[in-house]
């Protein structure tokens, strides 16, 4: 073996690249055999335990468990002895910590570029970790929006991956809006998904706020870290858009259901009797949603996943894929229930289901 190898972060789902680092059974220093498990990852639609493929020592752990981490990112080294440097690289891949806003990083040379553009530091986000990339898209850009067919059904989706995707067909299924543009920071102006020209990032929202696009759809998950999610209603809404209600024509939302603005919900889903579903949540394909529950602001409700009569769920929760939450248990606000668990009794607010647990354990 070299005498340094980089452990990377693997990418588990095609169309997802940050996954939740859910458990870090490795400390810098530790010896480590081939085979011995590192970490747990979990995304939307998958859990991975990452085994090492040669024995050695770990060097330069980069992250932390809980932390949102990006296919590719290099995880840690894996040294021949204890006492091997880091390369130049990784030393200068963040400066250091007094010199920045807590919580902030960011490699050298977006720090350098960042400051040759006056960028504001505390406002860069502190839950990811910046790059050049991230930088040059808070540079302002002449905003150049191609001809379109604007009128009172006219909607943009903000966010062109997977979701994005979905929500394209879901929309033009549900045939009461007409999907018009995609707007993402991270995809090319003039491409395409589904279709749909993409617009522009961010930068584009007033223009099209002013050429008359009032309705606008989040499309941007926030599986594992919601900040994304929450800055995007927060720039829909500074640029003034509002937030329609979209259901595809093969769920059922029962007549006594409350639904507010901002709400999706997936094919073959059941939205029951007296439920009441806050702004921004989400009820994915498959899922239900049984009688008197109420679900709290931006919750996700991941498909398949099953909730029994009365079951109350805090605001920014997650439910994984093929959940099931007895009748009358509480889910705190901000917790997280991983894919495939059973929940028996009430979750904290915060509180972490392992994926294919019983709770409580």
């Given at each position: 073996m070299?005498?340094l190898?980089?452990?990377?972060?693997?990418q588990?789902?095609?169309?997802?690249?940050?996954?939740?680092?859910v458990?870090l059974?490795?400390?810098d220093g530790?010896?480590i055999?081939?085979?011995?498990?590192l970490?747990?990852?979990?995304t939307?639609?998958?859990?991975m335990e990452?085994?090492?493929?040669?024995?050695?020592?770990v060097?330069?752990?980069?992250?932390a468990?809980?932390?949102?981490?990006s296919?590719g990112?290099?995880?840690f080294?894996?040294?021949?002895?204890?006492?091997l440097?880091l390369?130049?690289?990784?030393?200068?891949?963040?400066?250091a910590?007094?010199?920045?806003?807590?919580?902030?990083r960011i490699?050298?040379?977006?720090?350098?570029?960042?400051?040759?553009?006056?960028?504001?530091?505390?406002?860069?986000?502190?839950n990811?970790?910046?790059?050049?990339?991230?930088?040059?898209?808070l540079?302002?850009?002449?905003?150049?929006?191609?001809q379109?067919?604007?009128?009172?059904k006219?909607?943009?989706i903000?966010?062109?991956?997977?979701h994005g995707?979905?929500?394209?067909?879901?929309?033009?299924?549900?045939?009461?809006?007409?999907v018009?543009?995609?707007?993402d920071d991270?995809l090319?102006?003039?491409?395409?998904?589904?279709?749909?020209p993409?617009?522009?990032?961010?930068a584009?929202?007033?223009?099209?706020r002013?050429?008359?696009?009032?309705?606008?759809?989040?499309?941007?998950?926030?599986i594992?870290?919601?900040?994304?999610?929450?800055?995007?209603?927060?720039?829909?809404t500074?640029?003034?858009?509002?937030f329609?209600?979209v259901?595809?024509?093969?769920?059922?939302?029962e007549?006594s259901?409350?639904?507010a603005?901002?709400?999706q919900v997936?094919a073959?889903a059941?939205?029951?009797?007296?439920v009441?579903v806050?702004?921004?949540?989400i009820?994915?394909?498959?899922?239900i949603v049984?009688h008197d529950c109420v679900?709290?602001e931006?919750?996700?409700?991941?498909?398949?996943?099953?909730?029994a009569?009365?079951?109350?769920?805090?605001?920014?929760t997650?439910?994984?894929?093929?959940?099931t939450?007895?009748?009358?248990?509480r889910?705190?606000?901000?917790?997280?229930?991983g894919?495939?668990a059973?929940?028996k009794a009430d979750?904290?607010a915060?509180?972490?289901v392992?994926a294919?647990?019983?709770?409580?354990?």
């Amino acid at each position: 073996m070299p005498d340094l190898t980089p452990v990377l972060v693997p990418q588990l789902n095609p169309n997802e690249r940050e996954s939740l680092l859910v458990d870090l059974r490795v400390q810098d220093g530790q010896k480590i055999n081939a085979g011995d498990v590192l970490a747990v990852l979990e995304t939307t639609k998958s859990t991975m335990e990452l085994a090492a493929d040669a024995g050695g020592y770990v060097l330069g752990l980069a992250f932390a468990r809980g932390d949102t981490v990006s296919a590719g990112q290099v995880l840690f080294y894996l040294g021949a002895s204890p006492d091997l440097p880091l390369p130049a690289a990784a030393k200068a891949a963040e400066p250091a910590a007094d010199d920045l806003p807590a919580g902030l990083r960011i490699t050298q040379p977006a720090l350098a570029l960042a400051r040759s553009l006056g960028v504001d530091l505390n406002k860069l986000p502190v839950n990811t970790f910046v790059t050049e990339a991230v930088i040059r898209g808070l540079a302002p850009a002449p905003v150049a929006l191609p001809q379109l067919d604007i009128d009172e059904k006219s909607l943009i989706i903000y966010g062109g991956g997977g979701h994005g995707k979905s929500l394209v067909d879901l929309v033009n299924l549900q045939n009461a809006y007409r999907v018009v543009g995609i707007v993402d920071d991270g995809l090319p102006v003039g491409s395409q998904v589904l279709d749909v020209p993409v617009l522009g990032g961010s930068a584009v929202l007033p223009a099209l706020r002013d050429r008359g696009v009032i309705l606008a759809v989040n499309a941007v998950g926030g599986i594992g870290n919601l900040a994304p999610r929450l800055k995007v209603f927060e720039n829909l809404t500074q640029a003034g858009f509002q937030f329609p209600t979209v259901v595809h024509p093969s769920a059922v939302v029962e007549a006594s259901a409350e639904i507010a603005a901002g709400v999706q919900v997936f094919a073959h889903a059941y939205v029951g009797s007296a439920v009441r579903v806050e702004f921004g949540c989400i009820v994915n394909t498959g899922a239900i949603v049984s009688h008197d529950c109420v679900l709290g602001e931006m919750v996700n409700i991941s498909p398949g996943a099953i909730l029994a009569g009365s079951v109350q769920v805090g605001a920014r929760t997650l439910i994984g894929m093929g959940v099931t939450v007895n009748l009358e248990v509480r889910v705190g606000e901000g917790a997280r229930i991983g894919n495939g668990a059973t929940v028996k009794a009430d979750v904290p607010a915060g509180g972490v289901v392992r994926a294919g647990t019983i709770w409580p354990e």
